[in-house]
């Protein structure tokens, strides 16, 4: 996808959708492409708010170390990533060993060995977070769900040349969604652990892309959701005042993580 940038002033940016293969995006320019997780952390051009985040966690010597994996640091979390959001990714990646998935396929031993393998109690933890999520009441979450733009890769180079990118877990033209799974998505506890984690940043840092992307700043939410018993699900929508302290810091973040780059790029 690419964001044309043709508008009369005022009106909101149009998507376009182009392939894989884009071009490398010029200052000023914001792309989105249809890919793989695999496809977006290989791309180290681009910096992500992972490096971002482990920045303002550890320091310079974090910078640019390679992305770990998926989302949430969890198998778990991936799964639940794919299943909700990417239910044919799940399908095509993951083995649950009590034959339900994939569904009406018989693999051989060979493809069996190249997935992600869940026992029958994963597969039904999976399911009941799954479901609990899209019947949560808080917010019209289900609609947001049903019709946001899902695991879409944002490149863009800002007005400083930097390189970033993002991929939000879903968003409509209101709201950006990150699923994250917690043991506790309590307001008092999963504010510990989103100061703990730096995940405000990532907020911050998706809805940059979005705003580049689309020419509108969205509101943004999480969506904690638990994975065992009783599967609890809060949506924690950033108040205002929150969402603009975490763009200031990200915009100081980002001006140390350049300069960090810069210098590790001279030594």
Known sequence: MVATRERSEGEPRKMSVIGNNAATV?????????????????????ASSSELRRLARFGPDAVRRPDAGGFTG?????ALHALLLEPEVFESQYLVLDGSVPSNKVLSERE???????????????????????????????DWLGRGEKEL????????????????????????????????CRPEAFARTRE?????LQAAHY????????????????????LE???????HELAGGELEAAIERLEDVKRRFTSSVAASTRA
């Not at 010029?26 to 051009?45: D, F, I, K, M, V």
């Not at 969890?74 to 991936?78: C, D, F, I, Y």
């Not at 069996?112 to 999520?133: F, P, S």
């Open 26 to 46: 010029t200052p000023g320019r914001c792309e989105a492409r249809r890919e793989s997780l695999a496809q977006y952390l290989a791309n180290r051009e681009f």
């Open 196 to 200: 703990r984690l730096a995940y405000d």
């Open 229 to 235: 018993p009783p599967y609890a699900v809060f949506v």
């Open 74 to 78: 969890s198998a778990m979390g991936e």
């Open 207 to 226: 809805v940059e892309a979005v705003l580049r992307l689309t020419g509108r700043r969205p509101r943004f939410a999480f969506v904690a959701a638990e």
């Open 153 to 184: 890769s944002i490149y863009w180079t800002d007005e400083a040349g930097s390189k970033w990118k993002a991929r939000p877990d879903c968003f409509t033209e209101e709201i950006v969604l990150d699923l994250k799974t917690t043991a506790d």
């Open 112 to 142: 069996a060995m190249t997935r992600e393998w869940l026992d029958a109690w994963q597969w039904a933890a999976l399911v009941k977070a799954r479901d609990a999520i899209v019947a949560c009441t808080q917010g019209p979450l289900a």
